[in-house]
């Protein structure tokens, strides 16, 4: 009787399964790095930012600035804007309103359709939205009185009289916060 087909049936089982047991441990760590990424992309630190601030005039003009960022790791990574002027009931006409958004206008065009007004009878919402390496300035913008409104908008994002903020500058959540809270604003 000739046995060696037996055996050779037996040894080629024996390899199929060691092969098997070999792959076993290759396909558990692979499942294991699969499930850390997962875990890590799920958990990345994003942290947002609101900070506020209402500057109140000589001419009783009424200026509220919001910034709301999110922070990922130590870089900004969206910065939303929301500046709201109101006026006073002697300047809150559709003349001062006009000249108003006239001038912001032409400040800000640069930021093309990041930029969104909305107005109504006696004030003035402005709704910056920037994702790329765009320039927002905050705290630049001055109302004064003579014999009528007028507004003075600083543009230059090297005066020390403005904060610039752009979507990468380097900032973790409390260096941000920091930094705001020294220029007056409140933050959450």
Do not use: W
């Not at 005039?57 to 600035?65: A, C």
């Not at 900004?76 to 006026?87: A, M, P, R, Y």
Request: charged content about 25%; proline content about 1%.
């Amino acid at each position: 009787m000739d046995f060696s087909c037996f055996f050779r049936y037996n040894m080629n089982r024996g390899d199929i399964m060691s092969t098997r047991k070999n792959m076993t441990f290759p396909i558990i760590i692979t499942v294991i790095i699969i499930l850390i990424i997962v875990y890590l992309f799920a958990n990345l630190k994003q942290t947002r930012v609101v900070c506020n601030q209402t500057y109140t005039f000589d001419s009783n003009v009424t200026l509220t600035e919001k910034v709301d960022t999110v922070i990922e790791g130590k870089k900004i990574t969206e910065l939303s804007v929301t500046k709201t002027i109101v006026l006073p009931d002697r300047f809150a006409d559709e003349t001062h309103l006009n000249s108003l958004r006239f001038a912001l206008n032409n400040t800000l065009e640069y930021l093309g359709d990041k930029v969104k007004y909305n107005v109504s009878s006696d004030r003035m919402v402005i709704q910056i939205d920037v994702h790329k390496n765009e320039v927002v300035l905050l705290k630049n913008i001055q109302f004064s009185v003579n014999e009528d409104l007028g507004i003075s908008i600083n543009s230059n994002t090297k005066s020390s009289e403005v904060i610039t903020l752009t979507v990468g500058d380097n900032y973790t959540d409390g260096e941000f916060m920091k930094r705001m809270k020294n220029n007056g604003y409140r933050c959450k």
